[in-house]
Structures are given as structure tokens and as C-alpha cells.
């Protein structure tokens, strides 16, 4: 009978300590709502197959007490673009989470679209359903997608691209051997990490307009991506045959434009570029390594990483009316043109040489640097043959060198907006009016009728 008595009494206090405990639990916990960081979490443009960048928000506990969130969903379910991940783990509904006094929880949300089979962007919309002591709040989500052609280690033989909708390369797209690839003027091409679109032996015609550029850049089109450079690797050129850009934008690459030699016994130079605008590539604007030519007019080349312009182991290389600029070179010793006649390669540990013929008329090679033009040579093997006329430089020791002609020697150029890239000149700059007639084009990169005297630079 004792025994008994004791085990009903100890029942008995046990059920009176966890009732005053479950009390007590539920006095302590925050009878409020919580708020939020933002009402709605919205994606920049995401192409459809693309993942998005994740982005977040704040849930809050503004009472000095813990806060049960008791439902945590994502309204769309499974079959949602929106992907969710609270306190570490991913999911579509999530309960019982619990939020201290006074403090707050990451919600993180990325987006993947399926193909929406349509050339104009939509909007796709979802929510977040966060309950707390028993009332719904929403978080919103909105993105726009757009859906694209997509090229992945795509061999591409005869082939035109429309501007109908965006071209979006994945690993590499390569124009085939003897084969012509045809870019529409407007056409927006958006690469990868570490993309590229390889032109092998081969040639491309990219025919953009003054009203209708056709752009090169990366395919992440949030808003944080706009300046940021080493987005893909760019356009490489290997042996390749007469090829064309025309009012064509390269920005935010590794190397905008990669030449590696020419096909044998080209009657045309291997690329010409005109009124085309190369910029904010992490190491070089445009790199001629073992024998390209190339001609550029109307043209500027900026704010790359390393070297703007980049000759190794020779080249033909001629500029009229063009930009070749510094600004954003950060290494010390780069400079807006390098030349170099030679190139050692680090397996072999053998020098190749090979000449070197630049011709800059017009034009303005110019940044922050005291030195803008290196050159490095070796000599008695090949040479570097030059001819600079009618140009603007920036050259620290101008005395050593020959065969420049009417040159204005490290005159700031008073562009309009270096910061906004606004390579205009402005009122009193030294360009007006000092190039030669003779070695001139008709228009600039503007369309623009040139003057007589024409201005120096792609602006007139």
C-alpha cells in the first residue's frame, strides 16, 4: 500500500511540474508578429535553363521574446522556378523554427526557369507563406525571364544568328573549318564562365549598326554584374580566315578578342574591327600572339585589366582613328600597347621571334601611367617596324624614338567622362582639329562627318 501511494503521488507531481512548465513555456514565448527586410524579393532578367544569383532576406523578431515560426512555405511547391533555404536546409515547407528576442534569420532564394518558348521577357511570380501564432505573412518573389538560344559545345557550320531573341553560349560555341558565321545587327550574345566563341580556321561577319549594336557579355544580368570583368573568356581567332566586326560592344570578358596567327597567304588582314567598342576585359582588350593582322578604325579599346592592345611574338597591326586607352590597368608595369618580337615558351624554354609591323595614324594611345606604349624587343633576329602619325601619346622618354610624326606628346585629352566612359572630347582638348586629312576616314564611330582637319580619336 505504501508503494502504491508513492508511485500515484509521484505521478501526481509530475503531471503538476510539467503542466506549470508547459505554462510557463507558453508565457514566455512572443504572442507578435514578425516583419521583414523587404515586402518583395525581385530577380534581374534570368535566362530560361540559367540559374539566378541568390539572393536573400531578413526574417525579424522585433519582441524581446523567442518567436515560433510555425510554417515556413513556398507557395508554388515543387513545381516552383524559386528554390528555398532556411537555417541551412533546403526545401519547400519547413516548421517549428525559432527565432531568439530581438533577432533575426536568413532566408536565401535562388531561381532556375524552364524554356518559356516565347522571344519577349515575362514575368514569373511566387510567395512565401510565413505563419506565426497563427496569422499568414507573405514574402513575395518576382523574376523575369527570358528565353534565348543556347549553344553548348556547339560546332556551327554555315550559320546566321537573329537578334530575335538573345544567343547564350555554354562552354564554347566554334565556327567549323572554311565556314562563315553570320551575326545580325541588334544580336545580344551572353557567355558563360569561362566561355568562349572559337572562330577555328574559319571567319565571322558581325554586322551591327550605329542604332543596332550587336553585344558581347556575360549572362548574369543582375545588376552587380554589370562592371565586373573575368565574366567568360571572350572571342578567339585561331588561323582564321577575313573576318569582320562592325559596331560590335566586347565588354566584361578575360581577353575581348584573342588572335592567335592567320591563315597562310591572306590577301585581307585577318580581323578588321570598325567603330566597335572593347572594354573592362580582366587581362586584354585585344591580344595578336604569332602573326595576325588586324586593322582597326573608329574604334576604342579601355579599361582592361592588363594591356589594352597586347602584341606577342609579331604581328600586322594597324589603328586609324582610334582609342587605345589605359585607366584601368592594374598591373604596374602594363601599359594601354605593348609590342613584343618574341615569346619563350615555358615547356621548351625556346625564344621564337617573329616581326612586327604597327602603323598608328590619328589616334590616341593614353591613361594614368607615365609610360602608355612599352615596347620589348629582341634585336638582330626580327624586327619592330613602326610608323606613328598625327596621334596623341603617352610616352614618359620620347627622344629615343623615331618614325613618330606630328605626334602631341602627353597632352591630357580632356575626354568628356573617363568614369562613365564617355570618350568624347570636351571643350579645349588638344584633339581638335590635329589629324591628317590625308591619312583620315569619312565619318567616326558616330557616323559623323569628319572635318578638315579631322579630330584625332575614334570621336570627331
Not at 505554462?23 to 504572442?31: D, Q
Not at 527586410?37 to 523578431?61: A, E, H, P, R, Y
Request: aromatic share 12%.
Amino acid at each position: 500500500m505504501f508503494v502504491k501511494h508513492n508511485t500515484i503521488l509521484y505521478f501526481l507531481i509530475l503531471a503538476i511540474t510539467l503542466s506549470f512548465s508547459s505554462c510557463k513555456k507558453t508565457e514566455l514565448f512572443s504572442k507578435s508578429n514578425v516583419t521583414f527586410s523587404t515586402d518583395t524579393l525581385v530577380f534581374d532578367t534570368v535566362f530560361t535553363t540559367i540559374g539566378s544569383t541568390t539572393k536573400n532576406f531578413k526574417i525579424f523578431n522585433p519582441d524581446v521574446n523567442t518567436i515560433e515560426l510555425e510554417e515556413i512555405e513556398l507557395m508554388g511547391g515543387k513545381n516552383s522556378p524559386f528554390r528555398i533555404n532556411v537555417d541551412g536546409a533546403s526545401g519547400t515547407k519547413f516548421t517549428n523554427n525559432m527565432i531568439e528576442g530581438e533577432d533575426s534569420m536568413f532566408v536565401f532564394v535562388d531561381v532556375k526557369l524552364n524554356v518559356n518558348g516565347q522571344n519577349l521577357p515575362v514575368v514569373i511570380e511566387d510567395s512565401i507563406r510565413i505563419k506565426t501564432n497563427g496569422k499568414n505573412q507573405y514574402m513575395h518573389l518576382m523574376v523575369w525571364g527570358q528565353d534565348a538560344y543556347f549553344h553548348y559545345k556547339e560546332i556551327l557550320k554555315e550559320e546566321l544568328w537573329k537578334s530575335d531573341k538573345p544567343h547564350v553560349i555554354v562552354n564554347y560555341a566554334a565556327v567549323d573549318s572554311a565556314r562563315t558565321l553570320t551575326i545580325d545587327a541588334g544580336t545580344k550574345i551572353h557567355l558563360h564562365k569561362n566561355a568562349l566563341l572559337y572562330v577555328y580556321k574559319s571567319k565571322i561577319d558581325i554586322q551591327g549598326t550605329k542604332d543596332k549594336p550587336v553585344v558581347f557579355q556575360g549572362d548574369r544580368l543582375e545588376s552587380f554584374y554589370k562592371d565586373i570583368s573575368g565574366q567568360f573568356y571572350g572571342l578567339y581567332f585561331h588561323e582564321a580566315l577575313p573576318s569582320t566586326i562592325n559596331y560590335t560592344l566586347i565588354k566584361n570578358g578575360t581577353v575581348g578578342i584573342h588572335l592567335f596567327s592567320s591563315e597562310n597567304k591572306l590577301s585581307k588582314p585577318t580581323l578588321k574591327i570598325s567603330n566597335s567598342i572593347i572594354q573592362n576585359n580582366s587581362s586584354y582588350g585585344l591580344f595578336l600572339f604569332s602573326n595576325p593582322w588586324v586593322e582597326m578604325e573608329n574604334s576604342i579599346v579601355t579599361k582592361n585589366g592588363s594591356y589594352g592592345v597586347f602584341v606577342l611574338q609579331g604581328a600586322t597591326f594597324k589603328a586609324t582613328h582610334s582609342n587605345i586607352l589605359g585607366y584601368a590597368s592594374s598591373d604596374k608595369n602594363a601599359g594601354a600597347l605593348a609590342i613584343k618580337n618574341n615569346y619563350t615558351n615555358p615547356t621548351n624554354k625556346i625564344t621564337y621571334v617573329s616581326p612586327v609591323e604597327i602603323t598608328i595614324n590619328n589616334s590616341i594611345v593614353y591613361g594614368f601611367k607615365d609610360d602608355e606604349i612599352l615596347f620589348d624587343t629582341i634585336s638582330g633576329k626580327a624586327t619592330i617596324n613602326y610608323s606613328f602619325s598625327n596621334n596623341l601619346l603617352k610616352l614618359k622618354n620620347t627622344s629615343a624614338r623615331s618614325n613618330f610624326r606630328n605626334t602631341i606628346w602627353n597632352k591630357a585629352p580632356l575626354f568628356k567622362d573617363i568614369t562613365n566612359n564617355d570618350y568624347r572630347p570636351d571643350q579645349g582638348s588638344p584633339l581638335f582639329l590635329n589629324g591628317d586629312p590625308l591619312l583620315t576616314l569619312p565619318y567616326d564611330i558616330e557616323g559623323k562627318n569628319r572635318t578638315n582637319p579631322p579630330t584625332i580619336g575614334a570621336y570627331e
